[in-house]
């Protein structure tokens, strides 16, 4: 088992959060629920049957955080996913020019 599956499976201080969020991958927003959250990872809901790839890495902003998560996915069951957290906290990036 890879240690990023393990911490996922150890990390089980969960909190409830229900906030809008945005994963960002391949130049393209997909919409999501944030429905729980740790230190080490989070469960989405994803807002539609969008192709995501199992070995997939992607950024995860959640509404009214000025951080943007490195995700790594651990599991998807139909809409649902299980992700950890690569790396620590990386502030989110400023508006580019209009």
């Known amino acids: 088992m890879s240690t990023t599956i393990k911490r996922y499976k150890i990390d089980s201080q969960r909190t409830v959060l229900m906030k809008r969020g945005t994963i960002f991958f391949r130049n393209t927003g997909i919409g999501c629920l944030v429905l729980n959250i740790s230190t080490g990872g989070a469960g989405l809901a994803v807002e539609s049957d969008v192709a995501i790839p199992f070995a997939f890495a992607f950024d995860l902003e959640i509404e009214s955080e000025p951080i943007r998560r490195h995700c790594i996915l651990v599991w998807r069951l139909e809409r649902r996913l299980g992700v950890t957290f690569e790396f620590d906290?990386?502030?989110?990036?400023e508006c580019g020019p209009v």
């Open 89 to 93: 906290r990386v502030q989110r990036p």
